[in-house]
């Protein structure tokens, strides 16, 4: 697994209260989770069981998105918060805390996503409730499309948290000496074109895989060199070998 995926989300981890990003890049598998909050990411990297990977939305038509509001605001909004930033009231008290899907899950693969709501915390031992005995497919796929649709609307106000929790977090390692400044101006860089790329990135398969094949895009597109690549590798483990991710 590679590690630099982390940092891609090392924000969303900070929202989760997560201590110890370092645990997961070894492989973890479900079962020794151990209630850690560092569990996200490995969530987010877990293989999808075979019954649901390659799985794909479907396209959103007619009522789909009015239906996936209201089968939200029904069931999930307690937790996710009504603009699926995790911030609901009964969410509050959770550990690991509700994640913030409207912004996840941009970036996760519509199998993942259709896994996760379906199946819930039960293989994970979360709180997340299994939704497949309760909403028909077609249900999960309108309340998907529409927390994805409320995530696009709420992208600014997540991107700018973000955006300030990781200028933090470089500060912090610039003024520790643990990383130049040259360093942190480039690791953001290569981290905006990464998450921009992302955003857009339709194509299936894992977080890992596919954030391998965007940065390997970007490259090849001219947009980052791979010496940048390298250098946003080697500062992700400086930050997460130093302590620095939040
Ligand atoms: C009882 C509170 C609760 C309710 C209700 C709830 N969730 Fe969750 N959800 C969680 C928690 C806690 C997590 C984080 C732990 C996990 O990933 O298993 C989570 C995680 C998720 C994830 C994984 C996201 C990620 O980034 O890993 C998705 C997708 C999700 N929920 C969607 C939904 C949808 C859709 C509904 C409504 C149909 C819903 N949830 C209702 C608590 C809840």
């Known amino acids: 697994m590679k590690k630099y995926l982390i940092i891609l989300l090392a924000s969303l981890l900070a929202a989760c209260g997560a201590q110890d990003s370092t645990t997961i890049m070894g492989g973890e598998g479900p079962g020794m989770m151990g209630g850690g909050n560092s569990g996200m990411m490995m969530r987010h990297h877990v293989q999808v069981p ?9 396209v959103v038509t007619g009522d789909a998105l009015a239906d996936g509001a209201e089968i939200y605001t029904t069931n999930c909004a307690t937790c996710h918060g009504e603009t699926g930033l995790g911030d609901g009231p009964a969410g509050a008290a959770l550990d690991p805390a509700p994640a913030q899907i ?3 899950t941009q970036m996760l693969a519509d199998d993942l996503v259709f896994y996760r709501v379906s199946e819930g915390g039960t293989p994970f031992g979360t709180a997340m409730p299994a939704w497949k005995d309760v909403l028909t497919e077609q249900q999960i796929w309108d309340v998907i499309a529409y927390v994805r649709a409320m995530g696009q609307g709420n992208m600014t106000q997540v991107n700018q948290m973000q955006a300030a929790q990781q200028d933090a977090m470089l500060t912090d390692a610039v003024n520790q000496g643990a990383i130049t400044q040259e360093q942190a101006d480039v690791f953001r860089l290569v981290h905006t074109e990464l998450e921009n790329y992302m955003l857009t990135d339709t194509s299936q398969g894992n977080t890992s895989e596919r954030e391998s094949a965007a940065l390997a895009a970007l490259v090849e597109a001219g947009t980052v060199t791979q010496q940048q690549v ?3 590798q080697s500062v992700h483990d400086i930050l997460s070998n130093g302590g620095f991710m939040p």
């Not at 019954?51 to 939305?57: H, L, M, Q, S, V």
């Open 50 to 58: 075979a019954e649901y990977a390659g799985k794909t939305a479907p």
């Open 102 to 104: 409207a912004h996840t």
């Open 230 to 232: 390298d250098e946003f």
